[in-house]
């Protein structure tokens, strides 16, 4: 028994020695993660606990880091997209769309309106599936286990879209520079219309079961508020500094892909609690849906990518038959084709915040240097000073309602 | 009213002269250069000036040079953006083979981590920031692994041949 008891030269040994309650009475210390079921990802907090309530966390990052940024150093442009994919993978067509967009940025490429639209619908879709798990996983930390089983159907939905455009359900590597790969199928279209009419209904459900709730009330109001000044201080961005009251939305600030064509409000909070960022979630959806339907009413006839043949792979018979298409298919594998020497930055809004992406090149086939700016890795480090006094398990809960995710977090 | 990037110039060459430079448009972003031992007083200015108000720190991030010049081994990038004005501006400063540069850490909150990644992949040495460690790499790593002599994969791999990735003698 006395080899489970911390040595006394122990470090934490230590500091329990050292720092006691007034009244003398000890604190203990302890170790939440890396992997922790509550966690939903790989974070680890060593909290120095006073009974339930947490007087001081110390996070730990980098458990799942990969390397992105060097590993795209030694690709050529479209091999980076996989990499954006397993970054904030509840929205991947996001950060794909977000990719190519610097991209074209760079190659100054104007994308035809039809796929710019088309852009908005899968980068709205997933827009929902990112807020549509946060929420419901923030019900069941709070023990609401329902809600997630009843909507998470739609998230399927969701990815049953994604399929019929791209093949690929989570990791989607969609899109090419200049557009799609190919035009949306009917059944796309179909799958799309199904989602909008059944989908709404379920969604008014789950909020009708959450924002009345005494016991998620309870759970939730003023716990973990953050004031407008720290959020901007934290570089807080994306729906969890919408809840603090800043209606600064990428989308609306620095319009990519025609979203200047559509007509949606930013929702915002108020005091920026887990509570307020619940609510703009779900307020969010509503827009999202909203900007879905205006896009599918105003879709233009029209190509599907830019026609810029040095960077958009031929169809593949073409290069068994045409000339012209077999050395474009050549250069392009070979890479063989011209890029600027440039700086870009583009940025994009995100699931959980300002998506950007920041691209310096040499003239040669991959980025000389390439960095994402991640939102979660951000805002991530106020989670220390956000659940300083509160309880054990209003940590889990602040967490989830951040929206981490950790593959964002570790790039 | 848009905050003119003719106003943002005069008011920064009027304050710091010289430490200034290179001032450009860099596709849709107003660009410039300072010296590094006058980087924290710029981003102070640029933050606290009434007019200029660039309130928000969007990015920090190191690059790597190694075939410039000593003076310009590597770069800090700073991305501020003034959320009133709806304007961005990058900053740029070049450091010597030995980089050391101010922190910020004290100005934006959120400067603290995005430094300690810096740290971390290129080892440039904030000054005065308050827990310079690694971040996303485990303590006892010795090397900075994202300056380019670091090697991406395994150096005794054959299968793999550098021409085939993009980097020749010719282009790179």
């Known amino acids: ?411 | 009213m848009a905050l003119e990037t003719t106003i943002i110039q005069e008011k920064l060459t009027q304050k710091f002269g010289e430490k200034v430079l290179d001032f450009c448009m860099s596709k849709d972003i107003f660009t410039f250069e300072v010296v590094p031992s006058k980087l924290h007083e710029l981003i102070q200015t640029l933050r606290d000036d009434e007019e200029l108000n660039f309130n928000f720190l969007t990015d920090l991030c190191g690059i790597h040079f190694p075939e410039n010049d000593e003076n310009h081994q590597f770069a800090v990038v700073y991305h501020l953006h003034n959320w009133i004005e709806n304007t961005r501006i990058r900053v740029k400063t070049y450091l010597t083979a030995d980089p050391e540069v101010m922190s910020i850490a004290d100005l934006f909150l959120c400067a603290n981590w995005m430094e300690r990644e810096t740290w971390d992949f290129y080892g440039i040495n904030f000054v005065g920031h308050p827990q310079l460690k690694r971040i996303l790499n485990m303590d006892e790593m010795i090397s900075h692994p994202m300056r380019k002599e670091f090697p991406m994969e395994d150096g005794g791999r054959t299968d793999k041949d550098d021409r085939f990735f993009g980097r020749t003698i010719i282009n790179q």
């Open chain 1, 1 to 411: 028994m006395s080899e489970l008891l911390l040595s006394p030269e122990h470090r934490y040994a230590k500091i329990i020695e050292q720092t006691r309650n007034e009244d003398g009475s000890e604190l203990s210390i302890l170790n939440l993660g890396p992997t922790h079921p509550a966690t939903h990802g790989i974070f680890q907090n060593i909290l120095l606990m006073d009974g339930e309530r947490i007087l001081e966390a110390e996070p730990t990052i980098g458990y799942i880091h990969r390397a992105f940024e060097k590993i795209a150093e030694n690709r050529p442009f479209y091999q980076v997209n996989v990499l954006t994919d397993r970054m904030n993978y509840c929205s991947s067509p996001i950060n794909n769309m977000a990719w190519w967009m610097t991209v074209e940025k760079l190659l100054d490429i104007e994308v035809p309106k039809r796929a710019q639209y088309l852009r908005v619908i899968v980068m709205e879709l997933a827009r929902i599936t990112d807020h549509l798990i946060c929420n419901s996983i923030l019900g069941v930390d709070t023990g609401a286990y329902t809600g997630f089983l009843y909507v998470f159907q739609f998230r399927e939905k969701i990815y049953e879209i994604y399929e019929e455009i791209c093949g690929a359900r989570l990791t989607t590597n969609m899109g090419r520079i200049g557009g799609f790969e190919r035009e949306w199928s009917p059944k796309t279209f179909e799958l799309l219309n199904t989602f909008l009419e059944e989908f709404p209904v379920c969604w008014r459900e789950f909020e009708n079961l959450f924002e009345r709730n005494r016991i998620f009330i309870d759970r939730t109001i003023n716990v973990g508020p953050i004031s407008a000044e720290k959020a901007i201080q934290y570089g807080f961005t994306g729906p969890n500094l919408r809840a603090a009251g800043i209606d600064y939305d990428v989308r609306v600030a620095q319009p990519y892909s025609s979203y200047e064509d559509f007509d949606f409000s930013i929702p915002v909070g108020k005091s920026g609690d887990t509570y307020d960022r619940f609510c703009v979630r779900n307020a969010e959806v509503w827009e999202s849906l909203s900007i879905i339907r205006q896009a599918l009413a105003k879709l233009p006839e029209g190509p599907i990518h830019a026609n810029v043949p040095d960077y958009y792979l031929p169809p593949k018979e073409d290069v068994y038959q045409n000339m012209e298409s077999l050395i474009y298919h050549f250069k392009i594998v070979m890479g063989e084709i011209p890029v600027p020497v440039a700086e870009i930055y583009h940025a994009v809004e995100g699931g959980n915040g300002e998506l950007g992406f920041y691209l310096t090149t040499d003239g040669s086939r991959t980025p000389y240097r390439l960095h994402f700016r991640r939102p979660c890795f951000i805002y991530y480090q106020a989670y220390p000073e956000m659940i300083k006094g509160a309880m054990l398990s209003d940590a889990i809960v602040i967490l989830s309602s951040l929206n981490v995710i950790a593959g964002e977090l570790d790039a």
